[in-house]
């Protein structure tokens, strides 16, 4: 990977690690678009997942060209981008970030339903970016769902 890869398809570098990519990826997406929702708007974390997004397939699928790897572990932008798009949705407050970055690593790991077919069978970078970013929307409504629920029975978070 050269140093434009290194920067942003394997996040800062998360990607490199030898364990665990994709948390460490999720993690440094968590606390990226905490810093961001700190200072901005949601809708400025929101049009930046999708410039992110958008980036991202374009490099991922470069990046396969010119390596023939399909999906290489040490791209984590994807994940990135599907964390942001969880907090866009749960919000940033520490309960929902939470939930948000547990809910996105079980569906981001288990892939059910349309997250693992998207995740087979879209082609490049569109396979790569576009199950994390259904993985998100789906971490983003189950942290709010939850959260929604335990304040319904009363529970103080």
Not at 1 to 21: C, D, Q, V
Not at 38 to 63: C, D, H, S
Not at 87 to 114: E, N, Q, T
Request: charged share 15%; with cysteine; glycine share 12%.
């Amino acid at each position: 990977m050269n140093f434009k890869e290194k920067l942003f398809l394997a996040g800062l570098g998360s990607g490199l690690l030898p364990k665990a990519p994709g948390t460490w990826g999720s993690l440094v997406g968590l606390v990226l678009g905490m810093a961001v929702l700190a200072y901005f708007p949601v809708e400025t974390l929101f049009l930046l997942t999708i410039l992110v997004f958008l980036f991202g397939v374009r490099e991922t699928n470069a990046y396969e060209a010119r390596t023939g790897v399909h999906d290489d572990s040490r791209i984590v932008v994807d994940e990135i981008a599907g964390v942001w798009l969880a907090l866009c949705i749960a919000g940033s407050a520490l309960p929902a970030a939470v939930l948000s970055f547990l809910f996105f690593r079980l569906y981001d790991i288990w892939k059910p339903s349309i997250i693992g077919r998207i995740d087979r069978d879209a082609p490049g970078g569109w396979g790569v970016m576009g199950d994390d970013i259904v993985a998100g929307a789906a971490a983003g409504l189950s942290a709010a769902l939850v959260l929604q629920g335990l304040r319904y029975f009363g529970v103080a978070l």
